[in-house]
């Protein structure tokens, strides 16, 4: 769940009464699992972004050693590099605004589109790697304890 749903599409999707999705996303949402947002006619639910990111870390710190967090986050940053390099260009926002050049095929626009997405997400990894990283024996079990 990505964008922000209704309790009763949560309902339909789950194939239960409205009422029972509600009480669970809102303990979801009482829990930070999920936010809700209340600008709309009805309340609609999605990740807490807070939440999402934790459990990425977690994720990471989890599945991998301190060298293979550093070996993930340096092919990510020659991928970085790669585009910067092919394109010309030094940001996600910079390659987003080339895909609506004059000069750019319809063709050529989708694949840079979907390069922003990767570039966007590979951003995201790089800053979860570092925080992963820089806090490696705080948040990994492997942690070493004194006597």
Known sequence: MAE???AGWI???ALVAENTARRHVDRLAELYVLSTDTTGSAVTYYP???Y?????LRELVTEHDRDELTKLAADLKADVESWQDEYDVRSPDELRSTAAGEETSAEEARVRRRLVSDWELTKY????????LSRYDEYSDRRTTTA
């Open 4 to 6: 922000p749903r209704s």
């Open 11 to 13: 309902a339909k999707e």
């Open 48 to 50: 807490d972004p807070v």
């Open 52 to 56: 999402v990111r934790t459990r990425d």
């Open 125 to 132: 990894r790089l800053s979860l790697l570092e925080d992963g």
